[in-house]
């Protein structure tokens, strides 16, 4: 299966960096590429990708406002050159499934396309911990979230397997279940406790979901 790619930043060489990368892949095809938040929305709404990798800082619409607008059109995986910053908590919120330092190796960059690409979340490996912290001391909650009373006990099961940073791969080996019952039951939690993500997911199960 190959997985299709837009790639967002509005500095031509990286962008033309991540292609090259990406074009060395068998299984990645880019299917376009945008200079602006704008573009990228207008391009994925109508080249319907599985994965944007999105930069943050882009003229007319920001990343993070582009990622909100794709939301449950297609995955985005936030590209940033800052460890943890205010951008990076805002692409949280707006249903980003992930986001990758711009400094990260080429192999690393192709294979959190496959992870984010296979509907799994993903964080820089280097400050997953510091980041989630920040997140739940720091982020201000806009609006109550459902209790984790409205899930089932399988559910319930699922959502500590994604505290834990657990792909869909390992939560079916750990629960005994095909993957795509996994991914069922992911997508009926986030839908329940009204997340978009399961980075959402894992860091309301930090916060003591």
């Given at each position: 299966?190959?997985?299709?790619?837009?790639?967002?930043?509005?500095?031509?060489?990286?962008?033309?960096?991540i292609v090259l990368i990406l074009d060395g892949a068998d299984d990645i095809e880019v299917v376009?590429?945008?200079?602006?938040?704008?573009?990228?929305?207008?391009?994925?709404?109508?080249?319907?990708?599985?994965?944007?990798?999105?930069?943050?800082?882009?003229?007319?619409?920001?990343?993070?406002?582009?990622?909100?607008?794709?939301?449950?059109?297609?995955?985005?995986?936030?590209?940033?050159?800052?460890?943890?910053?205010?951008?990076?908590?805002?692409?949280?919120?707006?249903?980003?499934?992930?986001?990758?330092?711009?400094?990260?190796?080429?192999?690393?960059?192709?294979?959190?396309?496959?992870?984010?690409?296979?509907?799994?979340?993903?964080?820089?490996?280097?400050?997953?911990?510091?980041?989630?912290?920040?997140?739940?001391?720091?982020?201000?909650?806009?609006?109550?979230?459902?209790?984790?009373?409205?899930?089932?006990?399988?559910?319930?099961?699922?959502?500590a397997c994604i505290g834990r940073g657990m792909s869909n791969a390992e939560i079916a080996r750990?629960?005994?279940?095909?993957?795509?019952?996994?991914?069922?039951?992911?997508?009926?939690l986030l839908n329940k406790l009204g997340l978009k993500s399961r980075v959402q997911a894992a860091?309301?199960?930090?916060?003591?979901?």
């Amino acid at each position: 299966m190959t997985i299709r790619v837009l790639v967002a930043d509005d500095h031509a060489a990286v962008r033309a960096g991540i292609v090259l990368i990406l074009d060395g892949a068998d299984d990645i095809e880019v299917v376009g590429e945008a200079a602006d938040g704008e573009q990228a929305v207008a391009m994925a709404r109508q080249a319907r990708p599985d994965v944007v990798l999105m930069d943050v800082r882009m003229p007319r619409l920001d990343g993070i406002s582009a990622a909100s607008e794709l939301s449950g059109v297609c995955d985005v995986l936030i590209l940033t050159t800052f460890d943890v910053d205010e951008y990076v908590f805002g692409a949280l919120r707006a249903g980003a499934a992930g986001f990758l330092l711009k400094n990260a190796d080429a192999d690393a960059l192709v294979d959190a396309v496959r992870v984010v690409a296979r509907g799994d979340g993903l964080i820089s490996p280097g400050v997953t911990r510091r980041l989630i912290t920040a997140f739940a001391e720091q982020a201000p909650r806009r609006e109550p979230r459902p209790g984790p009373e409205s899930l089932t006990p399988r559910e319930r099961e699922v959502l500590a397997c994604i505290g834990r940073g657990m792909s869909n791969a390992e939560i079916a080996r750990e629960l005994d279940m095909a993957e795509a019952t996994t991914k069922t039951h992911v997508s009926r939690l986030l839908n329940k406790l009204g997340l978009k993500s399961r980075v959402q997911a894992a860091i309301y199960y930090s916060e003591g979901g």
